[in-house]
């Protein structure tokens, strides 16, 4: 080690322990006995953390990376580890992803002490999330329902349901499972009745260009299927100019080499659901990039003629 390599993440539980599990696979891949000196963490609180309302109306998901990009270019830190479903599709210039690691389970997992699944329900049920694009996917499937808008870390949204303030709720099932939780879930909700956020499940080692120091470090760490199937969908994504604003979903699954990518937009009140697969027999980053873009692109065009 030339000297320590600075690790910066916001301050949840769940961020800590993503940053930490950067901290562990760098520490045992580079054969450090001193993994706190060596890869030392520091924290920060993002414009995200501190708002209340909704994202859309501030600015959407760029909230939850702004500070520690500020920090990367600064030099404060070398790194920044993120959950890739946070990260805007296009970086600032002299920024880039230096790893990603594998995948967690993508799916997202709904939670309720009352009942046992979605068709399980009652009319009127109060369901508390943040995410458009839950509430899109759910009204698409049950009308019925109301929402309420709940915001905060794993820990504050399910004090705030046990509070009675919802009937039910909605977490990635991934950060439920990287906190130790998986038996929260009520129900694993599979990919055909609500495609999960894009890059949901994927962690990201943000660098700046020029830091071959912290490039070095982190690159052995990437796992290259997820980094082709989130290439995918965030790719997706950027075709549809999404953002917090906008419920967008998608999914790429690798097989074999092979890449499927499931992708769809709704409108806010889930009346109106447009959906595209799309496969690809060689699934390199070039070619995941522009499947996304295509599929993206004829959404989009679809949309307007509807």
């Known amino acids: 080690m030339q000297r320590p390599l600075k690790i910066g993440t916001r301050g949840s539980p769940l961020a800590l322990f993503q940053a930490r599990l950067v901290q562990s696979l760098l520490s045992k891949r580079h054969y450090s006995v001193a993994p706190e000196r ?36 600064q030099g404060e830190i070398d790194v920044a580890v993120h959950s890739m479903k946070d990260v805007p599709t296009v970086l600032q210039t002299g920024h880039k992803i230096g790893a990603v690691l594998e995948r967690e389970d993508p799916r997202d997992a709904l939670i309720s002490s009352k009942y046992a699944s979605i068709k399980d329900l009652p009319e009127g049920a109060i369901v508390g999330t943040a995410s458009l694009r839950r509430r899109a996917q759910l009204a698409s499937i049950r009308p019925d329902v109301r929402f309420t808008l709940l915001r905060g870390n794993v820990g504050t949204r399910l004090q705030k349901l046990n509070a009675g ?3 039910a709720t909605f977490l990635a099932f991934a950060g439920l499972k990287r ?71 998608a999914l790429a699954r690798l097989s074999n080499g092979h890449l499927k990518l499931s992708g769809e937009q709704l409108s806010e009140d889930g009346r109106w659901r447009w959906r595209k697969d799309g496969f690809i027999h060689k699934a390199t980053l070039e070619n995941a990039a522009r499947l996304g873009l295509e599929m993206g692109r004829a959404i989009k065009k679809e949309m307007t003629y509807t």
């Not at 070095?216 to 965030?234: M, Q």
């Open 38 to 73: 060596d890869f030392p963490i520091i924290t920060f609180t993002t414009s995200g953390d501190k708002l209340k309302g909704e994202l859309a109306e501030f600015g959407g998901k760029g909230l939850f990376t702004k500070e520690l990009e500020v920090a990367l270019k």
């Open 179 to 249: 906190l130790g939780q998986p038996g929260v879930a009520t129900q694993i909700i599979e990919a055909s009745d609500m495609l999960s956020a894009p890059a949901q499940g994927a962690i990201g080692i943000e660098l700046m260009d020029h830091n071959n120091f912290a490039a070095e470090l982190v690159g052995p760490l990437n796992h290259s299927d997820t980094l082709v199937a989130i290439t995918a969908e965030r790719a997706f994504l950027r075709a549809l100019d999404g953002s917090c604003r906008t419920p967008i979903a």
């Open 165 to 167: 303030e919802c009937d």
